[in-house]
């Protein structure tokens, strides 16, 4: 049997930008994305801490180092620049894969900078840069 799990997720974002006028997904820091493990294209969820908003798009890459989060298309609807949000990814596995794996948490500043990797992620900071 395969279950799903958090792949990983961007904790306490800041959304920098919502453009109605693009296509679809949402710009991240390339950064925010290789600390999170979250790949572009890949499918993510977006929880609205702000609004409780929630939806599902695809992730894109914005430039390293901008702190970008930006909504776009239709989905700018359900958020506003300065709303925090969750972007979090998931992942199938079977439930032996699952008792070893462990998900890519990256808490953010409200300038969208790493300032944490829970103590359960296999990552250090040094890794990222």
């Known amino acids: 049997m395969e279950i799903t799990l958090l792949k990983g997720k961007l904790h ?6 919502a453009n109605l006028e693009y296509e679809g997904s949402c710009a991240i820091d390339t950064e925010l994305l290789k600390a999170s493990g979250i790949i572009p294209y890949e499918q993510i969820d977006i929880y ?3 609004s409780g908003e929630r939806l599902t798009t695809y992730a ?4 390293a180092g901008s702190g ?3 909504i776009q298309g239709a989905a700018a609807h359900k958020a506003n620049i300065g709303d925090r949000v969750i972007i979090a990814a998931y992942a199938r596995m ?10 890519k948490k990256v808490l953010l500043d409200t300038d969208n900078r790493v300032i944490d990797f829970p103590e359960d992620n296999q990552i250090k900071l040094s890794e990222v840069s």
């Open 12 to 17: 306490k974002a800041t959304v920098t930008g």
């Open 68 to 70: 970008t989060i930006s």
């Open 48 to 50: 609205n801490i702000t």
């Open 94 to 103: 079977s439930e032996s894969e699952a008792t070893t794996y462990q998900p």
């Open 60 to 63: 894109i890459e914005a430039p």
